[in-house]
């Protein structure tokens, strides 16, 4: 493949990822997953919770493929896509867990519509403790927070955290 065909398949792959991402978290960790998704939904004690085992499993995929590409014989595009998986779980990972939760701690501010949006979206899927009756599923692309309130404004409130997070 040339080099072309290969980076269009290195950004394929990040761009699909955030469908799988979406699908996973909504039907996955959000149905059979709960089990070690719900530390997520509720305050951490301490550096790790159950949900981190998550970014373990959907390394192993990544890991295959660049090995697959890179030792096996595979070709370029499993590497390709190897990569790919790799860059959107490094987006993942600044995003969600840098970002928006602040494992490492920082003074960013999201500043631009985009940064705001997809921010402020996934901070209120977390404003449910349940695994049903979430909104925002998606890392990259989310709906716009104005539409996002109003769905958790028809919500049960029991379920709902108040201003404070509790």
């Known amino acids: 493949m040339s080099f072309l065909s290969l980076a269009a398949l290195f ?80 987006i993942y990972l600044g995003f969600h867990d840098i970002i928006v939760h602040q494992r490492v701690k920082h003074r960013y501010v999201a500043r631009s519509p985009y940064m705001k949006r997809i921010v402020q979206a996934h901070r209120l899927h977390h404003v449910v403790e349940t695994r049903e009756g979430n909104v925002s599923f998606g890392f990259l692309i989310a709906p716009a927070p104005e539409d996002l309130k109003r769905q958790l404004a028809g919500m049960d409130a029991g379920r709902i955290r108040d201003a404070r997070g509790r």
């Open 11 to 90: 950004i394929l792959t990040v761009a699909l990822m955030e469908g799988f991402a979406y699908v996973m978290h909504r039907w996955v960790m959000h149905g059979p997953g709960w089990f070690l998704h719900a530390s997520h939904h509720r305050p951490r004690k301490g550096n790790w919770e159950l949900n981190d085992l998550y970014f373990v499993i959907f390394a192993l995929p990544s890991v295959l493929m660049l090995l697959g590409g890179v030792q096996w014989g595979w070709g370029n595009w499993a590497t390709a896509v190897g990569a790919g998986i790799a860059a959107y779980g490094a």
